[in-house]
């Protein structure tokens, strides 16, 4: 049975706590233990995959086509452990199940209450695969003290005690704020978030503050005394260059060896850290740069891009070299030329995106790197637009759209190039759906396979022509329109299994330019970069002259 580990996050601050949580999770797999990761969220959305990237940032896809909060993609590539749609849960899943039970007659009439009733689907989720790991480590989202959050914090009080005692400990991620004006670090804050969880009948074991100067040994004991926590339990948390010093930073503060102690593990294997000192040697240690220009819709908050953004870094890695990320606003030059804002980049990404807004922008992105023959990876919306781009310079369907705008506006203005996908095939059985669905959770979501052409240049850089990858999508390139676009030089050199939807185009004339409908930025990690992201960096490097 697994040992529970429950994270919390300070009334001041929560910043880093899914970090805290993926690191403390590499450290323990690098004693030799497995562990799970799971996150709950105190947010009423049912379905993530509903809220805007401007309100919670990226929304993370599981291999099972869950769709969950982006702490998810820090424990995946922290860990390499494939998330689950039983790692995340929310509020509003809790309550709609709750409340599901209860018009089903689960509850035999009875008044349905937050305790017990809500508590205990809270407890049934966590119970769910702990004979499968040795650790399980469980983030509650929010802040101590959120209202939204007080069931969480109940049930996992209530978890703890039905538990036999040393099975469950308590992680507290709390602020310590720096005056500079007095020249002294504030323990008032830590206090009093403590004080708070304790008034709710939870005392955390570990406590981790986060801090931007050292904390003195005065400060370490004060914090001890008046929390009630063991002084070498008081684990720092200091600032770093990159989120891939956390598991190396947080074994040099103790952080792994507290979470034994308070669990009574002793003595406990050594940590094996070799391959998180190889991801930091490649981190620090590069043999220049390159700069690539992410033309996106999301700019303004970067946690849109989060899986984007590290899995460039995890393709610098692989080549030695750091990559400078540019955000570029796709909406600046949708009626203006192109080459003034990506001049000087040395490749371009056009991630995925929702909506008409941006795209001009994003298809003058993808003619401009098709004709001056820079590396251009296109991912989801992204291929989809460099499709648009291809039919109307190159295939002459002059009006050639997707469908998507059309149904945002109401009028039908484009040839459909792109289209509302209708049925595909999952597993053994057909998915069906209609333009008029709920939107949430309606997607072609999750791990699908898909079949490479021998010789393309895809098939190269996966060494292999069948892959798995992973989807978020409702829209589609148009198999009938292969024939026109191949005879211009687009090739469509991925199919799904079926040879009925298109999974990945590349013009053959070009250096590098790909296009895909899956979302590969999910499934890279420091240690295993993504093939794709591997070899655009690489082609990044070869256009920047550093090789």
């Known amino acids: 049975m697994a040992r529970y580990i429950f994270i919390t996050g300070g009334v001041v601050s929560s910043l880093g706590k899914g970090l805290a949580s993926a690191a403390l999770g590499a450290l323990l797999q690098a004693r030799g233990y497995t562990v799970r990761l799971r996150k709950l969220d105190p947010y009423l959305n049912v379905d993530p995959g509903t809220m805007s990237p401007f309100e919670h940032g990226e929304v993370f896809v599981t291999d099972d086509g869950a769709e969950t909060d982006l702490d998810l993609g820090h424990y995946e590539r922290f860990t390499g452990v494939p998330a689950r749609m039983t790692d995340s849960v929310s509020s509003g899943r809790v309550y709609s199940n709750v409340l599901e039970k209860e018009r089903r007659g689960d509850y035999l009439g ?61 992680m507290h991620l709390t602020l310590l704020p720096y005056l500079a004006a007095s020249g002294e670090l504030k323990t008032k804050p830590t206090q009093h978030s403590v004080k708070e969880l304790q008034s709710i009948g939870i005392a955390p074991d570990v406590l981790v503050c986060r801090s931007e100067q050292p904390i003195p040994d005065k400060e370490r004991q004060k914090i001890a005394l008046f929390c009630n926590v063991r002084k070498e339990h008081v684990v720092a948390a200091y600032d770093l260059k990159s989120i891939y010093e956390a598991p190396l930073a947080y074994h040099r503060e103790g952080l792994d060896q507290a979470v034994l102690d308070a669990f009574g593990i002793a003595p406990a294997p050594r940590p094996d850290l070799a391959v998180w000192e190889d991801v930091n040697d490649r981190i620090h240690n590069t043999d220049g740069q390159v700069n690539v220009a992410v033309v996106g819709k999301y700019t303004q908050l970067e946690d849109a891009y989060k899986s984007f953004k590290e899995a460039l870094t995890h393709g610098g890695m692989a ?48 003619q401009y790197a098709r004709e001056h023959k820079i590396p251009y990876f296109g991912i989801c919306l992204g291929m989809q637009m460099a499709v648009i781009e291809a039919a109307r310079n190159k295939a002459g369907i002059a009006d050639a759209g997707s469908e998507e705008f059309d149904h945002e506006t109401g009028k039908t203005r484009f040839e ?82 079926d040879g009925r939807l298109p999974e990945i185009v590349e013009w053959e004339d070009h250096p590098w330019f790909i296009g895909v409908q899956f979302h590969p930025e999910l499934k890279s990690k420091p240690f295993d970069p993504h093939p794709l992201f591997r070899d655009f960096v690489r082609a990044a490097k070869e256009n920047s002259r550093l090789v």
């Open 416 to 497: 459909p190039v792109v289209y509302h996908l209708k049925e595909w095939v999952q597993g053994n059985a057909k998915v069906t759906r209609k333009a008029s669905d709920a939107k949430g959770g309606t997607m072609r979501l999750g791990s699908y396979n898909a079949t490479l052409n021998e010789g393309s240049k895809v098939a190269e850089v996966y060494g292999s022509t069948s892959i798995e990858e992973r989807h978020r999508h409702r829209y589609e390139v148009d198999i009938k329109y292969r024939d026109q676009l191949e005879a211009c030089g687009l090739r469509f050199s991925g199919m799904s299994p």
């Open 110 to 170: 009875k008044t349905i209450q937050v305790v017990p009733h809500v508590t205990n689907e809270i407890k049934d989720f966590l119970h769910v695969g702990n004979d499968e790991v040795d650790f399980m480590l469980c983030e509650i989202g929010g802040t101590v003290g959120d209202i939204e959050g007080l069931p969480f914090f109940e049930a996992i009080r209530q978890f703890s005690h039905d538990k036999p005692r040393g099975e469950c400990i308590f």
């Open 319 to 366: 080549n030695r070299v750091k990559v400078k990320v540019s955000w570029v606003d796709a909406e600046v030059f949708d009626k203006e030329d192109a080459a003034p804002y990506l001049e000087g980049y040395d490749a371009i990404l056009v991630p995925g995106g929702f909506g008409e807004r941006g795209t001009e922008g994003k298809i003058k992105a993808a």
